[in-house]
């Protein structure tokens, strides 16, 4: 169990963004369910998930974001991912999620700056 896991909700601003810090894996996925959820409000469609401080994602992880990807998905929205790291981009390449439900950016502002 990863003691130095932490959540960060910014709700002022548009699209929300909840940034993590730590390692994503069946220990803290319950946590980051939760704050998607909450982030997912109703108020935004997007969401932007920043990983820039994720050192290591495990397949429950991935489940965690594909699920709130595609509840997202089907009221129109998306949730943009902010990762640079190349070890945990290649989980979302290699299942395939960085093509369907979300979508990749290097940073906030990218992000942000995306009209979608």
Sequence with gaps: MVLDFKLL??????PPILRVNGEIDIYTCPKLGEALESAA????????LNLENVHYIDSTGL????KSALTL??????????????QVKKV???SGLSKRNVVMFEDEAA?????H
């Design 111 to 115: 992000a942000l700056a995306d009209p």
């Design 9 to 14: 909700l910014d709700n002022a601003k548009h």
């Design 63 to 66: 489940g965690t974001i594909a």
């Design 41 to 48: 409000d109703g108020t935004s469609k997007t969401l932007i």
């Design 73 to 86: 998905s089907a009221y129109g929205g998306q949730i943009k991912i902010i990762c640079s790291k190349p």
């Design 92 to 94: 979302f390449e290699v």
